[in-house]
């Protein structure tokens, strides 16, 4: 636990994880142009934790794709100074003919950690995800608990500064979902790392974030944005998280109403 917080004080501080300036953003398809963004204007604190929530189709993973960098913007810029974001999805796209340690050692390395390093980091890594003692298993073997709790360890092996999470538990059945809501949470406040995490629901994001922003649907824009200011570690199932849920939710159903989906 000193470790982690140590390392989070060795990164460079800066004011901002990731700057979102007016992003927009467009696919030309058989239909002509859809502009699937327009206008997007988001900060992301050092240390905070937003999540990003809309109904399906509405623009959350092109969004989080604009800011790994793996696609750019029509219009507007994104910053992100603390370096280049770890990444994680639903999928958890591990290399299945390694083991779950040397799937760490791989990120490790594309890090530029020094060999005789790397394993003993896998280690603490586990051991951060509450996987000691996986290190030699292979994917095959992990449930898809286990699995999701690996591609966090590798995600936070880029000793990255900035998080981005899209839906990582969508696919896990409920309980396993909230326990590792708990892990998620428990590893953001040990590590100071900075997460956008995109989520389709409602009362995940309200679990887990300090901020919840809301994303209308097509075009996807900031539709509103609320400060969960409720003690953490929260339950899915405290009052004041699903009070604001209710609130939220009457807003996701408006948004959905207005432009005709589902
Ligand atoms: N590479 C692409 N080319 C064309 N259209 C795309 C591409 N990526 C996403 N879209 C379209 O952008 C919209 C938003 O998609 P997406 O960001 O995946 O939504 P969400 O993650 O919120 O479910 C969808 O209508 C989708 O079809
Ligand atoms: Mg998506």
Redesign the pocket.
Known sequence: MATAIAKADNRVRTEYAARIGHVSKS???PAGT?L?LDDITLDVAPGEFVTLL??????????LNLVAGL?RPTAGSIETPGGRPALMFQEHALFPWLSAGKNIELALRLRGVPKPRRRPEAERLLELVRLGGAYGKRVHELSGGMRQRVAMARALAQDSQLLLM?EPFAALDAITRDVLHDELTRIWRETNVSVLF?T?NVREAVRLAQRVVL?SSRP?RIAREWTVDIDQPRRIEDSAVAELSVEITEELRGEIRRHGQH
């Open positions: 696919f030309a398809g859809q699937v809309g109904a399906s189709g509405c623009g959350k993973s092109t969004l696609d899209d995109v389709h994303l996807g």
